[in-house]
């Protein structure tokens, strides 16, 4: 804990190893109290682990606050290092816990990682709202690394909390699912130059340190963006590639291709789509193919042309939400005809005509349905738990999107599809010259 400003206290909360930087250094959220006229706001609140918690509830008092001191808490977006702990936090200091409304919704940010989803939000934020009368601390709506990102300008005191939007060191990333219909890369630059011309003496941001020139490291981070975008058309120059072919090509901080794994590979590709999409609204680059239609192909190899309806599809999160929005999928007789999640946020919406059940009904819903074919989208740690359920209340064919999963019975049709290179196989290559 260091007091950082007058009035402004930083908390260092560990963030466990993960797959994408399993070697980094960097183990830390940066979580900011803020004294404000109505009480102190936390911005952020780290990553739920017994270590965080732990680091969260030591460093409240080593500050010298209470934590029922807090009248706030804002999470700058929807990413588990920064929401994780929110729940516990506003279990013991009870205080509402508030986000940009684009991040509480969004169905990527939401499955971001399956165990640790954002709490129940109690404020939706829209940006450049005053957080509470009075305060001085302002939102400001910054897009781009996910869709509600929210930066918070301290006006009185001249400072900005940048969560992820803006880094010292790091490039933050910038990605594009399959479902995504906007140009993220636009919206995240856009997001950067309106912050250029701020008031700011010193910006706070989510991880590394602390640090000043706003508007210099801004143009830094812009002129990564442009440079990331030639290397993309050197890597497509030579005839369509997909976009992992395209991401094998460039140059990475985290290592070569080769030597990724495949969550780090995954998370280079979805960043590289938003570079694709930017530079095709550009003119600068063609698409030509689309995942949805390679999903549907990639179902035709397997079952060789022959129809699949109902099929129950458990998990809607990034792989399973575009397999249920595919109306190619559904014209080539892959239909299906329930949907079921864990997730509270994903329960209860309606897609394509299927409103999303909670997976512990799954035997029920099956059994009276009589549905015999299932597709296992779910994170890889719950595939064979999930398949041995559903095997048992009588599916006979498993679409697997994991690659993981194994069934004994004889009776069972095990048919293993790379959803992931389905989606993400769109060809790109350089658009021909403008006619003069």
Not at 132 to 148: R, V
Request: proline share 6%.
């Amino acid at each position: 804990m260091q007091a950082v400003a007058e009035g402004v206290h930083q908390f260092r909360i560990p963030m466990p190893p993960n797959q994408i930087r399993p070697s980094s250094r960097e183990r830390y959220t940066l979580v900011y109290a803020v004294e404000t006229a109505g009480g102190w706001v936390m911005i952020d609140a780290g990553m739920d682990s017994e270590q965080g918690l732990e680091a969260l509830r030591r460093q409240i008092p080593e500050a010298g606050l209470d934590p029922r001191d807090f009248s706030l808490i804002v999470v700058t977006h929807g990413h588990n290092d920064h929401f994780g702990l929110a729940a516990k936090a506003r279990e013991f200091t009870g205080a509402p816990v508030a986000i940009h409304r684009a991040d509480a919704t969004n169905p990527y940010v939401l499955t971001f990682d399956a165990e640790a989803g954002p709490p129940e939000v109690d404020v939706l934020l829209e940006g450049g709202e005053e957080l509470a009368p009075g305060s001085g601390l302002w939102t400001i709506w910054t897009p781009g690394h996910t869709p509600g990102h929210t930066c918070i300008h301290d006006r009185e005191r001249r400072l900005l909390f940048s969560g992820d939007h803006v880094l010292p060191v790091t490039t933050p990333n910038v990605s594009r699912y399959p479902t995504d219909t906007g140009n993220p890369l636009q919206d995240f630059i856009d997001a950067h130059r309106a912050l250029a011309d701020l008031d700011v003496a010193m910006v706070h941001p989510a991880h590394e340190h602390s640090f000043e020139s706003l508007r210099a490291r801004v143009d830094e981070i812009i002129e990564h963006h442009h440079e990331r975008n030639e290397e993309i058309l050197a890597a497509a120059a030579d005839g369509p590639r997909s976009a992992a072919g395209i991401a094998a090509r460039i140059t990475w901080n985290v290592g070569t291709w080769d030597e990724m794994n495949a969550d780090t590979r995954n998370m280079a590709i979805w960043e590289t789509n938003a570079h694709l999409h930017y530079l095709m609204r550009e003119g600068r680059l063609t698409e030509q193919a689309r995942g949805p239609q390679a999903i549907t192909e990639a179902f035709r190899a397997a079952f060789g042309g022959e129809p699949l309806r109902p099929i129950a599809l458990v998990g809607c999160g990034r792989l399973g939400r575009p397999t249920l929005a595919s109306e190619e999928l559904a014209d080539a007789g892959y239909e299906i005809g329930a949907v079921f999640d864990a997730d509270p946020r994903q329960l209860g919406h309606t897609i394509r005509g299927l409103t999303v059940e909670h997976v512990d009904g799954l035997e029920d819903a099956l059994a009276a349905s009589g549905i015999a074919a299932a597709i296992v989208a779910v994170p890889p740690r719950y595939a064979q738990g999930v398949a041995d359920r559903l095997v048992a209340v009588g599916v006979r064919t498993l679409v697997d999107y994991t690659g993981i999963v194994e069934v004994t019975e004889e009776r069972v049709r095990v048919v293993h599809v790379d959803a992931i290179r389905a989606f993400q196989s769109s060809a790109y290559a350089l658009a021909p010259p403008a006619a003069v």
